[in-house]
């Protein structure tokens, strides 16, 4: 059994910063690939980027790029988004995920590749 909760959600002002936690628990010997997305009012969710386990090796959705930055503290087993110049239109519900690693593909951020999700966390970006 493989669980997810994220924390660290909130209300913050446009530019500034918040850092996403994802605790983990649970067989993650076959989960490989971590991951980040969101899912902001009126759009499907969407990948931010990705974190191979194995190699620590990260990648990110195209729009994603810059203000976004996936590590993982492997003593905690925790996963981390850290957010910074936060927009207005980042405001959503930020979950993370795992799944296995694709021998073809590697790790992708895709939703309907990842089996395991958090329940999310509310971020509100707003003045």
């Known amino acids: 059994q493989v669980r997810l909760v994220e924390s660290g959600g909130g209300s913050v002002q446009p530019g500034g910063s918040l850092r996403l936690s994802c605790s983990t628990s649970g067989d993650f010997r076959s989960r490989r690939c971590m991951a980040w997305f969101r899912q902001t009012p009126g759009t499907e969710r969407e990948g931010i980027g990705t974190l191979d386990r194995s190699y620590g090796t990260t990648t990110y959705g195209d729009s994603m790029t810059g203000r976004f930055t996936l590590s993982l503290d492997n003593n905690k087993d925790t996963l981390y988004l850290q957010m910074k110049n936060l927009k207005p239109e980042d405001t959503g519900v930020y979950y993370c995920?795992?799944?296995?690693?694709?021998?073809?593909?590697?790790?992708?951020?895709?939703?309907?590749?990842?089996?395991?999700w958090g329940q999310g966390t509310q971020v509100t970006v707003s003045s």
């Open positions: 995920a795992t799944t296995a690693y694709d021998l073809w593909n590697g790790c992708r951020p895709l939703v309907s590749e990842y089996s395991n």
